[in-house]
């Protein structure tokens, strides 16, 4: 039993919305197991999964009457179940089959990824040894999974305000492995770091760090904070509170966290050896008057208090039976307890400060409390050293709330965690003593979360309305384009209508990534990584991506919701017999995934003509689109009779319809990239283009100026169907590299005037058999004369076994002629022969593999070629 390779799929993708581990499950082995064994093995670890409430009805699809799915089905249900035991529920699991005997695709949900793929290989391993009846520790591998799960996943500080943030349909991307988190997409996002935004004040941070700083503010504008000073040295740290009056207070600056914090200390020996603890954790020390009573923390959001509550040092309680080593031990049993505030409690440590605690009261780790006697871990109340918090928020007198949100200002702090000393958090601090004795950035919300008493208040939403208005999802317009031909003109001319309306557009396509005309990346970027650079970006106000079949397959999509989903068509013989994609219905459900990430408002834009493409509005959660180049369309009739959009052609025209209204978009005379409407193919982008324009809400006059003022010319729109005149000769240079690019080239140039056709191509090696030699049978029926070639990279295939597969096709042809067919080496080699051999009056088609380099060398060939001409005879 062997995993294959594991992909992560990040984003929406062809089994689910929710981000999954793929990998392919050898089980070849177990074949030939009766189901009497499949009912041991069941048996052996149905106790773990019984009841297996991690998996939803119908979420696996597998039988027990195949063992080797049967196997593999319960592999994925281990692995969910193991994520969910450990703390991080997942739902989703799937099995597939491949097509190769004994071997299962496995697709298993996960949060964390490192979590998902420690959970699957602990799943292969409980399996193998439930088959081989060994014994399995299932328990600590659960630990160790939980463990992880707690080290690498958001804390609940960050994690409640991510959730906040989707709970308001506002995307949310982890930025790097700590706390770093982006929220909205382009222009309209907003940053967090646990609990900063980037509202955060610097100088406000700044302030809180320096505690002295800090007091002295407070006290200028009124509020009661304690008497103090720094001091220099444990003798002056012992003056200092011979002068102020004891008990006091011993605390680092600019500490933070309860760090070095040492409190309610009575003593020479209590006041010296807090000072050396203080050292240890920042390098100024400030003595204050210890202010009795309890020990409260209020959580101010935008100038408005959002929660407080009452917090408790670390303590455990005796039972005249255990020490108090023993105590702690079982007190960190507690699930809520973890490490790194990855949990709403922190475990107790018995370090030097709490031996030093305890032996204040005459205490060891030895010692056997009595029953009922509470026993202090530490003085300080942090949660991050083990205390605990009772919700006080209702409790708040208004001037203590007023006192707290005066210094908060003070200091200017957008989100503050206030610490207040008080007997009683109901009455004003002036009629108790009370004072703040601390304002912090950055503050921890777990305590306000999932206190230990009381009920959790909303501070994640309360952060998020900070940075985001009531109804601001944070999202910009994004179109997503795909399909098998067409997506790069349709990427381009949206993109070029959208920066007609003044947007900043981020782009990406098969040429690289682009924000407006600058291009920041080069290659094929049509892919998830490309695309969340362009969200991530903040001048990016509008994203047009081009999102491509390896794509969406390799790791899913890079976005989580678009507001439309382009499909141009579906063309057989493209990509197919590559990574489990054989047929072309196999590639439709692929080229889907975009349609279903389309939001509840968006809308999908659907070739009507092409029926794998218009098979696929009833994936849609949002709306539909239908385009045609004939209103009598079946799709768009029924479309239009129930009030659907549509868009198509009539009269030469691009129309608009809703129901039985209807405008017109364009006149295809005016617009450059169909000559006239006469290019089939670029009508049909004209249209995806202008519909994907119109549901975004662009006005049919700019859409109609924005189509008239682009031009495919190689710089805006290179290798699609970029038109060079020389010499009485017509030049294409075109990307085709599949079938159906082919059928739709030669029936434009059947509308273009020439004499002959020729042609400079190359057929992809990783494509199947039949469709390069269905490539070669469409260029033999189609050219006069052809220049075949086959470069360096050859994708797999052996030396001359394109161009002998491409013959073959040609065999086919209807115009097949062996002093009409060429062949060589080298790209570059391949298009100079054809140019050479033009003549006025032919078409001459140069089917362009390296795009920039091939653009770039007709560009330098062709003057070489007219001084050549006009040079006279020797």
Excluded at 327 to 355: F, Y
Excluded at 380 to 395: E, I, Y
Aim: hydrophobic residues 40%; proline residues 4%.
């Amino acid at each position: 039993m062997e995993l294959g390779k594991t992909r992560a799929l990040r984003g929406p993708n062809i089994w689910s919305q929710v981000t999954v581990l793929e990998t392919v499950l050898d089980v070849s082995d177990h074949t030939a197991l009766s189901a009497d064994d499949l009912e041991i093995i069941h048996e052996r670890v149905g106790r773990f999964l019984n009841p297996c409430a991690s998996v939803g009805e119908g979420e696996i699809c597998g039988s027990f009457f195949n063992p080797g799915l049967a196997l593999t089905e319960l592999l994925v249900r281990i692995a969910l179940e193991l994520q969910t035991q450990a703390g991080s529920i997942v739902t989703v699991g799937r099995v597939a089959e491949t097509g190769e005997p004994g071997q299962y695709r496995v697709v298993v949900q996960y949060h964390e990824e490192p979590v998902g793929r420690m959970a699957v290989d602990c799943a292969v391993g409980y399996l193998k040894a439930a088959i081989e009846d060994q014994a399995f520790d299932v328990q600590a591998r659960i630990a160790e999974i939980r463990s992880l799960d707690q080290q690498i996943r958001l804390g609940p500080s960050t994690g409640a305000i991510v959730r906040a943030a989707w709970a308001r349909g506002i995307p949310a991307r982890r930025l790097n492995d700590r706390s770093l988190v982006q929220l909205g997409y382009g222009s309209r996002q907003h940053r967090i770091l646990a609990a900063e935004t980037d509202k955060t004040s610097a100088v406000a941070e700044s302030i809180v760090q320096d505690k002295e700083l800090t007091k002295n503010l407070l006290a200028a504008v009124g509020v009661p904070v304690p008497k103090g000073r720094p001091v220099n040295s444990a003798d002056d740290a012992w003056e200092a509170a011979q002068e102020i009056g004891l008990p006091v207070v011993i605390k680092p600056q600019d500490g933070n966290q309860g760090r070095g914090v040492a409190v309610n200390l009575n003593s020479h020996d209590q006041v010296i050896a807090a000072y050396k603890a203080a050292q240890a954790e920042g390098s100024e020390i400030i003595c204050e008057k210890f202010a009795p009573g309890s020990d409260y923390r209020l959580l101010v959001i935008g100038y408005k208090l959002v929660a407080a509550s009452r917090r408790e040092p670390p303590q455990v309680m005796g039972d005249g039976k255990h020490t108090i080593s023993q105590l702690v031990i079982e007190a960190n049993k507690d699930p809520r307890r973890g490490e790194d505030h990855a949990t709403s409690l922190s475990k107790l440590r018995l370090d030097d400060i709490a031996c030093g605690v305890l032996a204040e009261q005459g205490l060891t780790v030895d010692s056997i409390p009595a029953a009922g006697q509470v026993v202090l871990i530490r003085r300080n109340a942090n949660l991050s050293t083990g205390g605990s918090a009772t919700d006080v928020t209702d409790l708040v007198h208004p001037e203590v709330s007023a006192r707290v949100i005066e210094g908060v200002r003070m200091v200017g702090l957008d989100i503050a965690g206030v610490d207040v000393v008080c007997s009683d958090i109901s009455r004003p601090l002036e009629q108790q003593g009370g004072v703040i004795v601390e304002i912090n950035a950055a503050p921890g919300l777990r305590m306000h979360l999932e206190p230990s008493y009381g009920k959790g208040r909303p501070v994640g939403e309360a952060i998020v309305g900070t940075m985001f208005s009531d109804g601001d999802d944070g999202r910009i317009p994004v179109v997503a384009v795909t399909g098998t031909n067409g997506k790069t003109t349709t990427t381009r001319l949206i993109a070029h209508i959208l920066r007609c309306m003044g947007k900043r557009v981020g782009m990406t396509c098969t040429d690289g990534v682009y924000i407006n005309d600058r291009r920041i990346d080069t290659g094929d970027c049509s892919g998830p990584k490309s695309a969340r650079t362009i969200l991530a970006n903040p001048v990016v106000e509008a994203a047009v991506l081009e999102t491509a079949r390896g794509g969406i397959l390799r790791e899913g999509l890079g976005f989580d919701l678009c507001n439309a989903a382009v499909v141009t068509n579906i063309a057989d013989g493209d990509h197919l017999g590559m990574n489990g994609i054989d047929t072309a219905e196999q590639l439709a459900r692929v080229k889907r995934v975009p349609v279903e990430a389309v939001g509840p408002n968006g809308y999908a834009v659907l070739n009507a003509d092409d029926p794998l493409t218009a098979a696929m509005a009833e994936y849609c959660p949002g709306k539909v689109l239908f385009f045609s180049r004939t209103p009598e369309n079946p799709i768009i009739a029924a479309h239009r009779a129930k009030g659907g959009k549509a868009i198509y052609v009539l009269n030469n025209c691009v129309m608009a319809s809703e129901g039985s209204w209807e405008a017109r978009v364009a006149l295809l005379d005016s617009v450059p990239l169909t000559f006239g409407g006469l290019i089939g193919f670029q009508v049909e982008n004209v249209m995806a283009a202008a519909a994907a324009a119109w549901t975004l809400g662009v006005p049919f006059e700019m859409i109609r100026s924005a189509m008239e003022s682009f031009v495919n010319d190689p710089q805006k729109v290179p290798a699609r169907f970029n038109v060079v005149q020389f010499r009485g000769a017509t030049i294409v240079i075109d990307y085709g590299h599949n079938s159906a690019a082919l059928i739709a080239l030669c029936e434009a140039f059947d509308k273009m005037p020439h004499e002959r056709r020729l042609i400079v191509y190359t057929a992809a090696g990783d494509r199947r058999d039949e469709d390069i030699i269905s490539q070669g049978k469409i260029i033999g029926d189609g050219f006069d004369e052809m220049v075949l070639y086959e470069d360096q990279c050859r994708r797999g295939r052996a030396d001359g076994e394109v161009i002998s597969l491409m013959r073959k096709g040609l065999a086919l042809g209807s115009r097949l002629n062996s002093n009409q067919l060429h062949e060589t080496r080298g790209e570059m080699v391949a298009i100079e022969m054809a140019l050479r051999k033009m003549r006025p009056g032919d078409l001459v088609l140069i089917q362009a593999d390296q795009v920039e380099e091939a653009i770039a060398f007709v560009q330098q060939l062709l003057p070489k070629l007219a001084a050549e001409h006009l040079a006279p005879a020797r």
